[in-house]
């Protein structure tokens, strides 16, 4: 497609690095995105993601290491960004023109055909509202209106800083059933997020800064399944709480009360032995239930960011 070389990965940088005066704003970066996936990129503010991004698409050059994306090396950006779209800090429109006339002053200027605009104002959404002024338009609709001209070259890999920003439930919702569509059709998706209930909910992969680091590259299932397990544990009467808390104290067990649950870092094959202990003291459960951390108290925990 637009020639660009075959490759098994859509991005992939080893020793990626910018330093702007005694500032690293990312340092010795290494990672890779499938292609065909939808990858999640995250981190606290400042941690290098946006910076990154702009090395990518060769709006910046790295201070050092060496990248490449679909196959083409990241110092020569001509070679891939054909095959690349890419929203970054928020679509930018004339408010006096509908969506579809934006779409196509974007096409004429790119040299893109015409007849992809209808095409992609119903990929987006937007099928009914093309000829609304862009003044009118939702935040929402905005966002998808920027991810439709992100789409006008028909990428192989689409590249999103924070797309869902400033959008309620039901935005977020549409910008996550449209990323989730495009994959399911062979785009790569590349998204910068801070909202990792969604992500956690559509990224196969992940990278993961933190201070211009990777701290973590890979499955999202794999990240999480390396997590402490938790078990839950609610006694069918509230009385018998205070002495089954010292019960599994003085086995060993490290307990905390959390919302009026005790909640014991472990592995799932204790649950037996939490039964047993219960039962021997003629205590009875109403709970004994397995938890994983979600990606957001995974990520605070790796990161020590608590936004």
Known sequence: MNGVPQSKTAISVTGLTKVYGDRRAVSDAKFEVPLGTICGFVGPNGSGKTTTIRMLLGLIEP??????????????????????????EGPAFYPALSGAENLKVLATMGGYPLERVP????????????????????????????IAAALLPN???????EPTNGLDPSGIQEIRNLLKELASKGTSV?????LLSELEMIAEYLVM???GKVIYFGKTDDLLHAQQTLIVVTPEYQVDQDRLLALLIAANFHVQVRDGKLVIDGAKEITAEINRIAFAAGITLSELSIEK??????FFDMTGDAE
């Open 155 to 161: 990428p192989q890999l689409l590249i999103l800083d």
């Open 190 to 194: 590349f998204v910068s997020s801070h």
């Open 63 to 88: 201070t050092a290491g060496t990248g490449s994306v679909l196959g083409s090396p990241i110092s020569k950006p001509s070679e891939y960004l054909a095959s690349v779209g890419a929203m970054i």
């Open 119 to 146: 095409e992609l104002l119903q990929v987006v959404g937007l099928g009914e509202r093309g000829r609304s002024k862009y003044k009118t338009y939702s935040l929402g609709m905005k966002q998808r209106l920027g």
């Open 209 to 211: 800064l933190r201070e």
């Open 293 to 298: 951390p979600t990606l957001e108290e995974t």
